[in-house]
Structure formats: C-alpha cells, structure tokens
C-alpha cells in the first residue's frame, strides 16, 4: 500500500450519484484536506432514485448531477465528470464504457482508484446493486491491462496523446468483510461527510436521522479497525494493481 504522501491524485469512479458520500465521504475529505487532487467520474445520472413521485421523473438527472456537484465540492473534490449513462444501462454497452474509462485513466493519471468491489457482498446485498458491480468489473478492467499498455485503444495514443498510465492501487466499495484489509478513521471528518451525503437531498427522505444511520451502518468498522471506542471508520479493499 502507499502513503497518502505520496499519492497526489485519486480518480473515484461511482455508478450514482451519492455513491462516493454514503461511502467514502469521510475518507475523500480527509484525502483533499492533505492536497491529494481528487476526481470523481459518475457513470449514471442515478435516474432510477428519488422518493418523491411530484418530482418530475426527466428532472431527475439534472438535479442530481446539481447535489454530486455540490457534495462534492464540500469534500474538496476538485473535479467531477458525469459519463451520463441511464442507471441500470452499465452492463449493455461494456466496449464504449472500457474506452471511456481508459481514458479517464490516462487523463487524470491517478496513483489512487477508489471505485465499487466487483464482487457479491451476501452480507450486504442490498448494496450490490448491479451498476455498483458492474462499475467495478470495468474500472479494473480499464486499470489493467489497457490503461497502461501503449498498444491497446492505440488511437488514445495516436490520435488524443494519452500516454500510458499505470494506477498502482485500487480501493474497493463493499467488498465483502473477509476481503476488507483496511479502515480509515474518519472521526474528525464524520460532520463533513454527513453534509456532503445531505446535499444529495433528492435522496434523503429522513434527514434529521441521517448522522445516525450512517454512524450506526460504520459502528461496526470501530472494533474492526481496532480502534478506541467512540472512534468512527470507513472499510475498504485495497488491492495493489501497479
Ligand atoms: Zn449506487
């Protein structure tokens, strides 16, 4: 693994908006509080969210690529790109998706990955939702081998000059909990990430009782991570890819 020292760019890529928040908010803060640059990439406009049947259903991604914008920029993120897929859409154009993630690879040149396990969490299954496994099938398949072989998508070269790039780890979203190798404590910036996540607000049908739902959902990671009591984490799987 390395050190936040010495990483100076993390590329998130997230299938919905709110992802990144609900997830990594805490750690992503406190990743831009040390001067890491962090990008986020949005596959899907999260069309299929909301609670509120008065919104009208074609507002839906413009409102919430409005609330990525804002959450993210409470965290620090210095950029966010929407590739403005229909949620649910991920698995049926893989080859268009693989090139653009490649890209997006080549151009932010990260050392740093953050982006969904593609992998079944039984103990979550709810969260498993099958742009979240997808999304992470083509981040590492756009990791390795394209994003750092010259020869592959060799036009990326030729025609765009998008040299090679080789992303030396991967952290990895609800990855299931014999898999998980690492916690962030995120106690200092747990107010922070609860903001961001309430800016999502076209999602949020209970806000007063959010800051407790997400410190009861991470509660667990506390004695996991071997922390003092009262501490709060995120989890993570960090798979070495360079
Ligand atoms: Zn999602």
Known sequence: MIADRDVERVL???AHPDDAEFWAGGTVAGW??????????????????????????????RIRRAEQQESAS?????AVRFLG???????????????????????????????????????RFRSCHPDHLATGTAVLNAIYPDASNPFALIHLLQDEGL?????????????????????????????RKV??????ASQIKDPDGLAGRLRERIAPNTAAAGLPE???????????TG
């Open 32 to 61: 831009t509080d040390t001067g890491i640059d962090v990008t986020y990439c949005v596959l899907t406009d999260g069309d299929g969210g909301g609670f509120d049947p008065d919104v009208p259903r074609g507002e839906i991604p």
């Open 85 to 123: 897929s229909s949620e649910g859409s991920l698995l049926d154009a893989p080859r268009q998706l693989h090139e653009d993630l490649v890209r997006m690879i080549r151009q932010v040149r990260p050392q740093r990955v953050l982006t969904w396990s593609p992998e079944w969490n039984w103990q």
């Open 12 to 14: 998130v890529v997230v």
């Open 230 to 240: 009262g501490r709060l984490a995120e989890a993570f799987q960090v798979v070495v």
């Open 163 to 191: 040299e090679p790039w080789t992303v030396q780890e991967a952290w990895l979203l609800n990855s299931p909990q014999r898999e998980i190798n690492h916690y962030v404590d995120i106690t200092d910036t747990f107010d």
């Open 74 to 78: 409470m965290l620090g993120v210095c």
């Open 195 to 200: 903001a961001a996540v309430l800016a999502h």
